[in-house]
């Protein structure tokens, strides 16, 4: 039974540019949540996605964007990058649209130069 | 504004020894807590969730207690072992429409032999 896939595992890019991260839920969940997660900080609540909508939003700036594919899985995409979007990106899968017991990736590490 | 703090400095025992970590929160009721334990560049593992009608659970070595008057949840590993060694964060579900599911920035355990 595969867990929940992130790729790519590490990332470096330069301001300005653009990314896409992927993400791949636990077989037979439908809901996929992202976060960042700073260096020494808990992981921050980007947006979810549940039947291809984003269902909830955190405090993030539309620089960042998302999409979820009939299969489940899912893209965040973060245009314009800033230094400060350096972070770990994770993402976290469940079941219909439920919270309880996220299962997580091991994440994107992202460095903007 | 909803807040969850934990125990931001590194908590360092003996093996052996019991582990209490603390999480507290305000202007908040969830209907239950959750703990996850992160290993460095990995993504959170789910260790237990706790109900606000629950006063404790046991898995284990694990303890988790939710005091709901206080707004706080203890956490406790009991026999500490060196592999205990890791960020143990708690999360909260919060409810806009929809659920997502926020955590604390966590706290650093260190077993020592």
């Known amino acids: 039974d595969a867990g929940v896939t992130q790729s790519p595992t590490h990332l470096i890019k330069t301001r300005g540019q653009q990314v896409t991260l992927r993400c791949s839920p636990k077989?037979?969940?439908?809901?996929v949540s992202w976060y960042q997660q700073a260096l020494g900080q808990g992981p921050q609540f980007i947006f979810q996605?549940?039947?291809?909508?984003?269902?909830q939003r955190g405090n993030f700036p539309d620089r960042f964007s998302g999409h979820q594919f009939p299969n489940y899985s899912s893209e965040l995409n973060v245009n314009a990058l800033l230094l400060g979007d350096s972070a770990l990106y994770l993402c976290?899968?469940?079941?219909?649209?439920?919270?309880?017991?996220?299962?997580f990736g091991s994440g994107t590490q992202l460095s903007v130069l | 504004s909803q807040k969850i703090e934990q125990n931001s400095e590194a908590l360092n025992i003996q093996e052996g020894k019991t582990a209490t970590l603390t999480c507290n929160y305000t202007?908040?009721?969830?209907?239950?807590l959750q703990w996850y334990r992160q290993d460095p560049g990995r993504g959170p593992v789910f260790l237990l969730l706790?109900?606000?009608?629950?006063k404790e659970k046991r898995k284990e070595r694990l303890k988790v207690t939710f005091d709901t008057t206080l707004k706080q949840s203890l956490f406790h590993i009991t026999a500490s072992q060196p592999a205990d060694s890791a960020t143990y964060l708690c999360?909260?579900?919060?409810?806009?429409?929809?659920?997502?599911?926020?955590f604390g920035a966590g706290t650093r355990l260190a077993v020592h032999p």
């Open positions: 706790i109900r606000e009608n629950e």
């Open positions: 202007n908040y009721s969830p209907a239950y």
């Open positions: 976290a899968s469940s079941l219909e649209g439920r919270v309880e017991k996220l299962f």
């Open positions: 999360a909260l579900p919060v409810s806009g429409g929809y659920n997502k599911l926020i």
């Open positions: 996605y549940y039947e291809e909508e984003e269902r």
């Open positions: 077989s037979g969940h439908d809901t």
